[in-house]
């Protein structure tokens, strides 16, 4: 009688979640997690139109595996705890395929044990840290070795630079990218008194003495420059006071690692000509692929919007992932995972993306510097794709270390000397 | 009837005069062309050795070129390929051509720019230095003789030597005495004439004499001039000391000043009032975009949209205050709790109403002209004039206000009914009226306070925000109902915050001043300026 009852309940249970995965198969979700208020809305804001505009023109194709997109579009507002919760409220209640999202790498470290506890997908569109590779995480923005060094390179050799500030905003970017600039200049013979580290909270306001600091370190004689890894809209009074103190690119450049076309299109770029930014994208590269892509953008989002280097990073992540559920017939996590390692798609330079078994994505490397109509002129690129490291090569308790997703290894952290897996997930 | 061939020849003859004539004028003139040509076509890595070849060709346009190629604004005819400068003039493009600066009815479309980096501009600013040298602006020559500082050679020391005697202009005079100095100092064979010239480099503050002295003092060879280079040196660092402590003070007076601004409407709402008002720092935000929406109105005339802003930014902020005081905060009164959290609530409406407006981005709220760039005081002190500006700005803000509260009838009711309601209310004073006309006070500077931090920090819905716990800092640790406190509190914390930010750095510097706040107020739960008597319980 009693046992009756439960198969009834069980069968119930059963059909009813059948109806509801027959329901949920009509569509497949596409969570969106950027801020979308808050410090860092300034910047992520772009990207989620930019996913909304990518799943628009998928749907327009037909979709995937014959079904529409549907976008999920949530708000974790600059609050890098809530970016977990809403992970999880997007994987278990909205029960979405991938997301995009996150933008500082604070909101990143937060999602992660999420997304891994709940097997999810996550694509990473903005140049990071390093040092970290997960299973459940796509990396299409650039690594250290794709952006900071080749910047660092490009300073020492042709503009001979010698005296360092290295500023950036206080959290886990700035810190390990700094980190392993320092290691690499020292590595290259400057002495450390020849380096200055600045740090500053987020949203910083008042730069006078830490400017009136760096006109000082700057005048002693070596040619100095300013590796700025400052994020967000504390950029803008930075840059002011810059031109203000009347310090131009000329006597201290300065090279930006967080500032990009959308960060510009907030003020007079004017006194900041000449200053540089290192970047995989600059929408103003020749390329049919890029003049497509700007004219859909302008079509997509308005006339006066700018395009800039995490949405080519978007756009190539968005693409990758498309190919590779056509390709593995399926949503499925695991599969998808599988099937993009190896995959190549073009990107917005005329070149090709190809992800890594680390997932990371092969990348140009491109330095530019700000014209004063807000957008950049390319002064240095890299010949042909770099490849992502996961793990610098520089710090020596990552040295030994590599990431690949593929058998044997397995492993986001596999330690070349010791041959085994720290077991970390991330 | 003219005979054919005498026309004919007379035509030749003309013609021949006109050529004659022509290349005479354009023996450099056709090599110069010819080059600008080239300028054109050239890419950007190959640009500074033609621009090299037309330096030697002398030609009396050359200064123009440079400035403007120094400038970004040097293109080219797409089809005729002519040089044209493309300045931006009130927001409309003004196309030259650079050779004869006629101004052209053709659209910016058809021109191309010639791109510059950064090592050109290093190179056309020295180039342009060379030429200004000779020339008849008394400020031209002092920039491009200091330009020399940094890097002299044999060939620019010996045209300083030619131009000496004729300088009219003592700064000007003074600054090629240093360079030849420099010049003395580091390559003269004779040992006294090095101390000599060392004694007098001791002077100057210029920071590439600093750079040369610290050279000469690790001399093995010469050491009379090590040691005379030693001991100039130290005089120096002495007064660059100085001079950074007093760089340091006015930096700590300028972020005191904008402290001020953003707190005095609060010392009104919260001090004169007793209303905890959460929205203060959205009335902040309020402002600046009405600076913002100025801006917008009148494109044509940024150097005066400010003084449309302040009085502009005072109505909008007022009236909102008005509303919030007459719709919400009258119901409240002595319910200090329910009222901080109804105007935090009201602040995240007005938040959520920016965003929903003007977008979350951030807004471009343009600097004038007259307030961009820097004072220079001396070569290591400079005061950037915006902050300079809103300093004297908060100052008279100040004062205004604390005319407004001590010489007006409204000042006067004001102090009654904080004082005492009840007796106010008895004597006949519309207490309604005068709560909303003081809160609405409060916002309308608050709003002013908008307008000045909208020329330092982003024009965004979050700008509120990061401004309400410094004001309510502010205004706690001067003494609650004390505009005098809020003064002194604002320069004390501004100060203090940037003597420790050198040392600290600046996440470290504004902890510190928390703590000493909390404790401060720990001791002094009144602030500095407590309210004495009778009415202050």
């Given at each position: ?66 079904k ?91 503009l ?22 320092e ?6 013979g ?32 070596k ?16 840059y ?11 006597d ?60 080519e ?78 793990w ?24 070349t ?10 | ?17 006109l ?65 044209l ?9 003004v ?150 402590h ?14 001020l ?13 007793g ?32 003084w ?167 205004v ?36 510190l ?25």
């Amino acid at each position: 009688m009693k046992l009756k009852t439960i198969v009834k309940g069980a069968a119930l249970a059963v059909s009813a979640s059948v109806a509801m995965s027959a329901w949920a198969a009509d569509t497949i979700k596409v969570g969106v997690l950027h801020s979308l208020s808050g410090t860092m809305a300034i910047s992520e804001t772009t990207l989620k139109d930019t996913v909304l505009m990518m799943i628009e023109e998928q749907n327009k194709k037909g979709g995937l595996l014959g079904k529409q997109l549907e976008p999920v579009v949530v708000d974790p507002a600059s609050n890098w705890p809530l970016f977990a919760e809403k992970t999880r409220e997007l994987l278990t209640q909205e029960e979405v395929d991938v997301i995009f999202g996150c933008w500082t790498s604070v909101s990143r470290k937060s999602v992660l044990p999420v997304i891994e506890e709940l097997n999810g997908l996550l694509f990473y569109p903005v140049q990071y840290e390093g040092e970290e590779s997960s299973k459940n995480v796509f990396y299409t923005g650039a690594a250290p070795n794709q952006q900071a060094i080749p910047a660092v390179d490009y300073l020492m050799n042709d503009l001979e630079v010698e005296r360092w500030v290295l500023a950036g905003t206080d959290y886990v970017y700035p810190r390990t990218t700094n980190k392993i600039l320092e290691a690499y200049l020292m590595d290259k013979g400057v002495a450390s008194d020849d380096i200055m580290i600045n740090y500053t909270p987020f949203g910083h306001s008042d730069w006078q003495s830490i400017i009136a600091d760096i006109k000082k370190f700057g005048s002693e004689g070596k040619k100095t420059a300013v590796v700025s890894t400052i994020n967000g809209d504390a950029n803008v009074p930075f840059y002011k006071e810059l031109g203000n103190q009347g310090i131009s690119a000329e006597d201290i450049p300065v090279v930006a690692f967080s500032v990009g076309e959308e960060e510009l299109s907030g003020f007079d770029t004017e006194p900041l000509v000449g200053h540089l930014a290192a970047w995989n994208y600059f929408q103003s590269v020749e390329s049919s692929a890029n003049e497509d892509f700007i004219a859909q953008w302008k079509a997509f989002a308005g006339e006066d919007r700018v395009t800039n280097d995490p949405m080519e990073a978007t756009y190539i992540g968005f693409n990758l992932w498309a190919k590779a559920v056509e390709a593995a017939g399926t949503t499925d996590v695991d599969t998808v995972e599988q099937t993009i390692i190896g995959m190549s798609t073009p990107n917005l330079t005329g070149g090709t993306a190809t992800m890594g078994a680390n997932h990371h994505l092969t990348k140009p490397v491109l330095i530019g510097e700000i014209q004063d109509d807000g957008q950049f002129e390319v002064v240095w690129e890299t010949d042909g794709e770099v490849a992502g490291d996961a793990w610098s090569d520089f710090l020596p308790e990552s040295k030994p270390l590599i990431a690949d997703w593929t058998d044997p290894v397995k492993c986001g952290n596999y330690n070349t000397e010791t041959g085994t897996c720290s077991g970390q997930n991330y | 009837m003219i005979p054919i061939t005498t026309l004919s020849r007379a035509l030749r003859n003309c013609l021949l005069i006109l050529c004659l004539g022509l290349s005479f004028v354009s023996a450099d003139d056709e090599r110069f062309q010819a080059l600008a040509l080239e300028l054109t076509t050239v890419k950007l890595a190959q640009t500074q050795p033609v621009l090299e070849k037309i330096a030697e060709t002398e030609h009396p346009v050359l200064l123009q070129l440079f400035q403007t190629m120094v400038e970004g604004d040097l293109y080219y005819h797409d089809e005729t390929l002519e040089l044209l400068s493309v300045e931006r003039i009130d927001g409309e493009y003004v196309i030259k051509n650079l050779l004869s600066g006629e101004v052209l009815p053709i659209d910016r479309d058809i021109t191309t720019k010639i791109r510059v980096n950064n090592r050109l501009r290093v190179w056309l600013r020295g180039a342009i230095a060379q030429i200004q040298l000779t020339a008849d602006d008394a400020s031209a020559r002092l920039a491009a003789v200091r330009s020399l500082l940094e890097r002299y050679d044999d060939d620019s020391i010996e045209l300083l030597l030619s131009l000496r005697a004729d300088e009219p202009n003592t700064k000007v005079r003074s600054a090629m005495d240093t360079v030849l100095a420099m010049n003395t100092a580091e390559n003269s064979a004779d040992t006294g004439a090095r101390v000599a010239s060392i004694e007098r480099l001791s002077d100057s503050l210029e920071p590439d004499v600093r750079n040369l002295l610290v050279e000469l003092s690790y001399e093995t060879d010469a050491p009379v001039v090590a040691a005379e280079a030693q001991r100039a040196l130290e005089r120096i660092e002495g007064r660059v000391n100085f001079f950074g402590h007093v760089d340091t003070l006015f930096f700590g007076l300028s972020l005191g000043s904008v402290l001020l601004l953003a707190s005095i409407g609060l010392a009104i709402t919260f001090g004169v009032m007793g209303v905890i008002n959460m929205a203060h720092g959205e009335m902040i935000m309020l402002g600046a975009y009405t600076t913002y929406v100025v801006q917008l109105l009148m494109p044509n005339h940024i150097d005066a949209s400010l003084w449309v802003a302040i009085p502009a930014a005072f109505l909008v902020s007022g009236a909102f205050g008005v509303l919030i005081e007459r719709g919400v905060i009258q119901f409240l009164h002595g319910r200090p709790l329910e009222t901080l959290l109804a105007t935090f609530g009201i602040s995240l409406i007005l938040q959520q109403l920016v965003r929903t407006i003007f977008s979350p981005l951030n807004r471009q709220v343009d600097t004038p002209s007259w307030m961009s760039g820097q004072f220079e005081i001396n070569p290591v002190l400079f005061v950037t004039l915006n902050r300079f500006y809103i300093f004297v700005f908060a100052l008279l803000v100040f004062a205004a206000l604390v005319l407004v509260l001590s010489k007006t009838n409204l000042g006067l009711h004001v102090r009654a009914v904080s004082q005492n309601r009840q007796m106010a209310k008895a004597m006949g004073i519309r207490t309604a009226r005068v709560d909303a006309l003081t809160f609405g006070l409060g916002s309308g500077i608050a709003g002013i306070a908008g307008v000045a931090l909208s020329q330092l920090t982003n024009v965004g819905p979050n700008l509120g925000q990061s401004y309400i716990i410094d004001s309510f800092m502010v205004v706690v640790f001067g003494g609650v109902g004390n505009l005098f406190g809020t003064l002194v509190a604002a320069f004390t914390l501004g100060i203090a915050n940037k003597v420790f930010e050198p040392v600290t750095g600046a996440v470290l510097a504004s902890i510190l001043v928390l703590v000493f706040i909390i404790l401060f107020i720990q001791k002094r739960p009144k602030g500095l300026f407590p309210q004495k008597g009778r009415a202050a319980e």
